[in-house]
T-cell receptor
Framework: DTGVSQDPRHKITKRGQNVTFRCDPI?????LYWYRQTLGQGPEFLTY????????KSRLLSDRFSAERPKGSFSTLEIQRTEQGDSAMYLC?????????????FGPGTRLLVL | QQQVKQSPQSLIVQKGGISIINCAYE??????FPWYQQFPGKGPALLIA?????SEKKEGRFTISFNKSAKQFSLHIMDSQPGDSATYFC??????????FGGGTRVLVKP
């Protein structure tokens, strides 16, 4: 399978704990996006990278959230001191990059439940 | 923040019927309007997309109609099948290629 992969698929944690998610984009895709989707809602943009550079962050991305893409390949999203409101599906998407309007290919998501 | 208003929230259609989902957006000029399909437990997958220089695009049983002056676009699913039962999201592309999604429409196709 050469699609976008995410790990883990499910994560249950207690409030106050830190969690880290990983996204592996499609090979050679330059742009990588993180979205958050709560139940019954559409995905909301969090941040995106072009290669290793983080080009934009949403106001949704509080200082408890940090994302990295150190070598321009896989990316990690870390949430520190989790809160119950962080419970959501975290989606990663990638595109080849540079050209506007290109299809974003989404991974299966990581579903986070904060108890 | 740019909003996309999607309606209806849910839709029940008989097999063979037509499903119609509408989206309206505000302000600024956007140049890419995709529709995504999402099944439970899966990430969204691109279904069909349109640019504003055309008023309609058809791919198989799926058609997008676009009204630039009204800032509205819609998805028509012809000959709806039970396998089309899913949640559909419209989206608009903002700068940097990030997508702003509508709230989603849950479609149920009854056999």
């Amino acid at each position: 399978d050469t699609g976008v992969s995410q790990d883990p698929r499910h994560k249950i944690t207690k409030r106050g704990q830190n969690v880290t998610f990983r996204c592996d984009p499609i090979s050679e895709h330059n742009r990588l996006y993180w979205y958050r989707q709560t139940l019954g809602q559409g995905p909301e943009f969090l941040t995106y990278f072009q290669n290793e550079a983080q080009l934009e962050k949403s106001r949704l991305l509080s200082d408890r959230f940090s994302a990295e893409r150190p070598k321009g390949s896989f990316s990690t999203l870390e949430i520190q001191r989790t809160e119950q409101g962080d419970s959501a599906m975290y989606l990663c998407a990638s595109t080849p990059g540079f050209l506007e309007g290109e299809t974003q290919y989404f991974g299966p998501g990581t579903r986070l439940l904060v108890l | 923040q740019q909003q996309v208003k999607q309606s209806p929230q849910s839709l029940i259609v008989q097999k063979g019927g037509i499903s119609i989902i509408n989206c309206a957006y505000e302000n600024t000029a956007f140049d890419y309007f995709p529709w995504y399909q999402q099944f439970p437990g899966k990430g969204p997958a691109l279904l069909i997309a349109i640019r504003p220089d055309v008023s309609e695009k058809k791919e198989g049983r799926f058609t997008i109609s676009f009204n630039k002056s009204a800032k509205q676009f819609s998805l028509h699913i012809m000959d709806s099948q039970p396998g089309d039962s899913a949640t559909y999201f419209c989206a608009i592309k903002a700068a940097g290629n990030k997508l702003t999604f509508g709230g989603g429409t849950r479609v149920l196709v009854k056999p």
